[in-house]
């Protein structure tokens, strides 16, 4: 088995700030994905990653930057946090089928 | 969520009784997924199906891809199968998912 861990649990920004938020998986996973998803809503693909140093946008990657450092690890930068914004976003990995899902950060905005 | 479409979108059982959550999609796809996130809010993976049918305990589902359609049946439910399911279609070369909105189901006692 395996495990994926996302730092921080929790963040609180301030508008205009730019935040980052971490995964880490030892699944030994190529492909990595970062989701958001808003209070009872589905989840919103942001950027995901095939392998190390790869880079793909998904539907909603405007005012996100990812890096994908080494295969283990795979950040996501929001680049001017929005005034009242609350969501939480999730890390994946997978290695060609099911993706298996961090606990989340979740963000708040003041 | 246009192109995944669930129904319900909520549902509440007794304990013990059986239902079933559909999942409508409108692009071609080769692999569904269901998963369940719980009330603390953790996702997880229940199904990763081709076409066909897979049991998992109380827990079916069932993979229409002529129809584009996917069903999870739940059988006996209990209080610990209370949360939000998702289904989910890849597309491209299955590295990316299109999500539905979910079903958020309550089991009574």
């Known amino acids: 088995g395996g495990i994926i861990t996302q730092t921080p649990k929790f963040l609180i920004g301030q508008e205009g700030q730019k935040l980052t938020l971490k995964c880490q998986q030892n699944?030994?996973?190529?492909?990595m994905y970062w989701y958001r998803q808003d209070s009872g809503k589905g989840l919103r693909l942001i950027y995901y990653s095939i392998t190390e140093n790869d880079l793909q946008k998904g539907d909603l990657s405007e005012g996100y930057d990812a890096s994908r450092e080494k295969k283990s690890s795979f950040s996501l930068t929001v680049t001017s946090a929005q005034k009242n914004e609350m969501a939480v976003f999730l890390c994946a990995s997978s290695q060609g089928d099911t993706q298996y899902f961090g606990p989340g950060t979740r963000l708040l905005v003041l | 969520g246009d192109q995944v479409k669930q129904s319900p979108s909520a549902l509440s059982l007794q304990e013990g009784t059986n239902s079933a959550l559909r999942c409508n999609f409108s692009i071609a796809t080769t692999t569904v997924q269901w998963f369940l996130q719980n009330p603390r809010g953790s996702l997880m993976n229940l199904f990763y199906?081709?076409?066909?049918?897979k049991e998992n305990g109380r827990l079916k589902s069932t993979f229409n891809s002529k129809e584009s359609y996917s069903t999870l049946h739940i059988r006996d439910a209990q209080l610990e199968d209370s949360g939000t399911y998702f289904c989910?279609?890849?597309?491209?070369?299955?590295?990316?998912?299109?999500w539905g909105l979910g079903t958020s189901l309550v089991v009574n006692p």
């Open positions: 699944f030994n996973h190529d492909t």
């Open positions: 199906l081709v076409p066909g049918t």
């Open positions: 989910a279609v890849s597309v491209g070369d299955n590295s990316k998912l299109i």
